[in-house]
């Protein structure tokens, strides 16, 4: 019992670590959302925000469906086709959301596009994701446009 005692007391001691200041980790998640944000199309032809309340976040696929739903009720408009189906696949890489959209290309105007991918990184950054990631959308058509990784200058 003797030559346990002075094992316990450099135990208790401590074995040298010292506490560190605090490290900045970068910016934190959002936290709990009321909502999820979808952008839609104003009057003016401008992408703008619209807060669907939910209560949660949800997914990029969750929030993607509901903008091929439509903006309901609002002043807003959208720019892409009605689809029976409005589901969407994603999958992540390092650097880039995919996404494989139930539409052809030509079902979706230029500001379309921008609503799925400033809707698409909306999502992902309140998550807690990176500002810097890309969007590539697929359509159910191969195009050249498949290929192209798109940002949201909404979201910086």
């Known amino acids: 019992m003797r030559r346990i005692w002075p ?6 001691a ?3 670590v010292q506490p560190s200041g605090v490290d900045d980790g ?7 959302a009321p909502g999820v ?9 401008e992408l703008q925000p619209q807060l669907r309340k939910t209560g949660r976040l949800g997914t990029v696929s ?5 903008l091929l739903l439509g903006p309901g009720g609002s002043d807003l408009r959208t720019e892409i086709a009605p689809v029976s189906t409005p589901r969407v696949v994603v999958t992540t890489a390092p650097d880039v959301i995919r996404l494989m959209v139930p539409l ?7 500001r379309g596009i921008g609503q799925i991918v400033c809707t698409t990184l ?9 500002r810097d990631m890309k969007v590539q959308i697929r359509f159910t058509q191969a195009t050249p446009e498949s290929d ?3 940002t949201c200058p909404l979201i910086r």
């Open 148 to 150: 192209v990784e798109r």
């Open 122 to 130: 909306g999502v992902h950054v309140q998550s807690g994701g990176a």
């Open 62 to 66: 969750e929030a993607l469906n509901l």
């Open 14 to 16: 401590g074995c040298g």
């Open 26 to 32: 970068g910016e934190a998640p959002t936290g709990v």
């Open 7 to 12: 094992v316990v007391a450099l135990l208790v």
């Open 37 to 45: 944000t979808l952008y839609f199309v104003d009057a003016r032809g």
């Open 104 to 110: 052809a290309a030509d079902e979706v105007t230029p």
